[in-house]
T-cell receptor, first 114, second 114 residues
C-alpha cells in the first residue's frame, strides 16, 4: 500500500511566523504535490515537483515556497504566515510513468494562523 | 484552460437507495482521464473510480459506476445501495497525459441517512 504521511494533523501559528509542512511518501513516486482545500473552492494546486530539486508553480503559489531535497520528502514553506493562509493543506504523490496516474493523498494538515 | 464543474454542493440519500453525483468538464485535449475521489470526514482522500477517455465502456467498481458522456463532457457518479460509510465529500478530477496536474471540481458533500 502506498503511504503518504504529513508531519502534523493540526497546526496553530501566529501571523508572521515561518511555517514548515512536511510530506513523506514511501513508494518511490516521482511526482509530489501540495494543494490547499477551502470550502466551496475545492482543491487548488500550490506547487508540484516532478523530481528531486525540481519544482513548478501551481495555480496559487504566492506566499509559498517548496523544497524537495530527497525523492520521498516534499516540504511546503510559508515564509511569513498570514491569516488568509488558514486552510487545509493536502500533500499527494504519483508515479510519473506507466499507466497509473492516480494521485495518493496524505491525511492533511489543518493550519490555523492567528 | 481545463475546468471541472460540480453543480451540487450538497446531496443526501437514504441508506440502500441510489444517488447520482454530477460532474461536467471542459478540455481541449483529446487524450485525458477522469477520476472520482472520496474524502470521508476527517479521513484521507481515496480514489473511487477512474475513466480513461479513449475507453467507450463506462467504468464500474462494485457499487460505484460512472456515466461517461464524452460528447457532452459529462462524468457522473452513481452510487447504488448507499451505505452510511459513503458519507463523504466527493471530488471529480480531470487529468491529461501531457501534464502531471489534476484539475479538481469544488466537491459535492454527500450525506447518507439511515
Amino acid at each position: 500500500d502506498v503511504k503518504v504521511t504529513q508531519s502534523s494533523r493540526y497546526l496553530v501559528k501566529r501571523t508572521g511566523e515561518k511555517v514548515f509542512l512536511e510530506c513523506v511518501q514511501d513508494m518511490d513516486h516521482e511526482n509530489m504535490f501540495w494543494y490547499r482545500q477551502d470550502p466551496g473552492l475545492g482543491l487548488r494546486l500550490i506547487y508540484f515537483s516532478y523530481d528531486v530539486k525540481m519544482k513548478e508553480k501551481g495555480d496559487i503559489p504566492e506566499g509559498y515556497s517548496v523544497s524537495r531535497e530527497k525523492k520521498e520528502r516534499f516540504s511546503l514553506i510559508l515564509e511569513s504566515a498570514s491569516t488568509n493562509q488558514t486552510s487545509m493543506y493536502l500533500c499527494a504523490s504519483r508515479l510519473r510513468t506507466g499507466t497509473t496516474y492516480e494521485q495518493y493523498f496524505g491525511p492533511g494538515t489543518r493550519l490555523t494562523v492567528t | 484552460a481545463q475546468t471541472v464543474t460540480q453543480s451540487q454542493p450538497e446531496m443526501s440519500v437514504q441508506e440502500a437507495e441510489t444517488v447520482t453525483l454530477s460532474c461536467t468538464y471542459d478540455t481541449s485535449e483529446n487524450n485525458y482521464y477522469l477520476f472520482w475521489y472520496k474524502q470521508p470526514p476527517s479521513r484521507q482522500m481515496i480514489l473511487v473510480i477512474r475513466q480513461e477517455a479513449y475507453k467507450q465502456q463506462n467504468a464500474t467498481e462494485n457499487r460505484f459506476s460512472v456515466n461517461f458522456q464524452k460528447a457532452a463532457k459529462s462524468f457522473s457518479l452513481k452510487i447504488s445501495d448507499s451505505q452510511l460509510g459513503d458519507t463523504a465529500m466527493y471530488f471529480c478530477a480531470l487529468g491529461s497525459y501531457n501534464t502531471d496536474k489534476l484539475i479538481f471540481g469544488t466537491g459535492t458533500r454527500l450525506q447518507v441517512f439511515p
